[in-house]
């Protein structure tokens, strides 16, 4: 049993000094999976990596989980589907009608277009991942950890026990449909 699984089962037993010693030893890996998660954000973005870690961690040890920790997997899968919470909560905050997303806005700056277009595709990653994972919930944890978490495909294999292999079919799956999923209507392959 590895320090991180030992410490999450302390954590499951009530040992409070358990979470601070957890923070340390996966404070970094967090923290460069929120900055690959970042990257995609429009600049200016008011959430950062460093509060993003912070937010996650507390969703994930905080005094109101109750999530039992199978093992160092699991805590990173779960870290990867808090990750897409927050930040798909982030982008829906801003594209709120209270925030007028109704109103034409130009930019002054042409360099920021893409960030524009990267969330706009963020929340139709996750619209078209959630009906995923209602027909294929096995092929979505797939895109949450490697897209999200930023796991290798074996990473992500052996975090849900399975075989290399059935990632990499699961994978390509998944790719497919999302992307046939998140195409324009009558332009299938164009996203």
């Given amino acids: 049993m590895n320090d991180v699984t030992r410490i999450l089962s302390a954590i499951e037993q ?14 970094d890996e967090l923290r460069k999976l929120a900055a690959q998660r970042m990257a995609w954000e429009k600049p200016g973005q008011t959430l950062q990596a460093t509060a993003l870690v912070h ?8 005094p109101s989980n109750d999530v039992q920790w199978k093992d160092r997997g699991h805590f990173f899968g779960a870290a990867a589907e808090a990750m897409r919470r927050i930040l798909i909560m982030n982008a829906r905050r801003r594209n709120a009608e209270k925030r007028g ?11 920021l277009l893409p960030a524009v277009e990267r969330e706009e595709r963020l929340l139709l990653l996750d619209d078209a991942l959630a009906k995923l ?38 994978w390509a799956y998944a790719r497919a449909w999302l992307q046939r999923e998140m195409a324009p209507e009558g332009g299938a392959g164009e996203g």
């Fill in 14 to 27: 009530g040992d409070l000094r358990a979470a601070h010693q957890l923070l340390p030893l996966v404070y």
């Fill in 55 to 62: 937010e996650v961690y507390l969703r994930l040890v905080g």
């Fill in 101 to 111: 997303r109704d109103l034409q806005r130009i930019e002054l700056n042409p360099e």
């Fill in 133 to 170: 994972e209602q027909e294929q919930p096995d092929r979505a944890q797939i895109v949450k950890l490697r897209f999200f978490a930023g796991l290798t495909n074996a990473e992500a294999a052996a975090a849900i026990g399975i075989s290399d292999t059935t990632a990499d079919r699961y």
